[in-house]
């Protein structure tokens, strides 16, 4: 839980720091090793560990925001890829996600409509950006929204 709570400040901290100029030394040019959520499951059987997923949209602005700043701050970067498994999810994936025996599918409703799997993982509550963290034993400590 130390680990989670270590993010959590991180990307509190880097966050905030949106207003700092491009030239700043916590951009990096290093990434997140960004997996999809089928990639972890499987290596999550190989070598457990805790993920980060980020549940975004194509047309969330603060999402993308939050990927210019919190998510490309060298610190963020280095814990994250360091201690996590790191998954992206689009909140209105259009395809299947097979997890295990459990296939989500994409829900046509309203003007966009939702994938199952990150609609399950919100408890319902579709809200972009959203950061949830796993324990190692695949627990959901819940939504983290905005």
């Excluded at 839980?1 to 916590?26: H, Y």
């Excluded at 951009?27 to 190989?46: D, P």
């Excluded at 939050?66 to 209105?92: K, R």
């Excluded at 796993?134 to 939504?143: A, C, D, I, S």
Aim: charged fraction near 20%; glycine fraction near 8%; charge should be negative.
């Amino acid at each position: 839980m130390k680990c989670v709570g270590t993010l959590i400040i991180l990307l509190f901290v880097a966050n905030f720091s949106f207003g700092l100029s491009d030239s700043d030394s916590t951009k990096s040019t290093h990434r997140i090793n960004w997996l999809s959520f089928e990639e972890a499951f499987a290596l999550q059987h190989i070598t457990p560990k805790k993920w980060v997923i980020d549940i975004s949209t194509e047309w969330c602005g603060w999402c993308k925001r939050m990927d210019q700043t919190t998510f490309s701050d060298s610190l963020v970067i280095e814990h994250v890829n360091a201690n996590f498994y790191a998954v992206a999810l689009d909140g209105e994936f259009k395809g299947d996600i097979t997890v295990g025996e459990q296939t989500y599918k994409f829900v046509a409703e309203g003007r966009r409509g939702y994938n199952q799997l990150p609609a399950e993982l919100m408890g319902g509550k579709m809200s972009y950006p959203t950061v949830i963290f796993f324990g190692e034993n695949l627990q959901n400590y819940g939504p983290v929204p905005g």
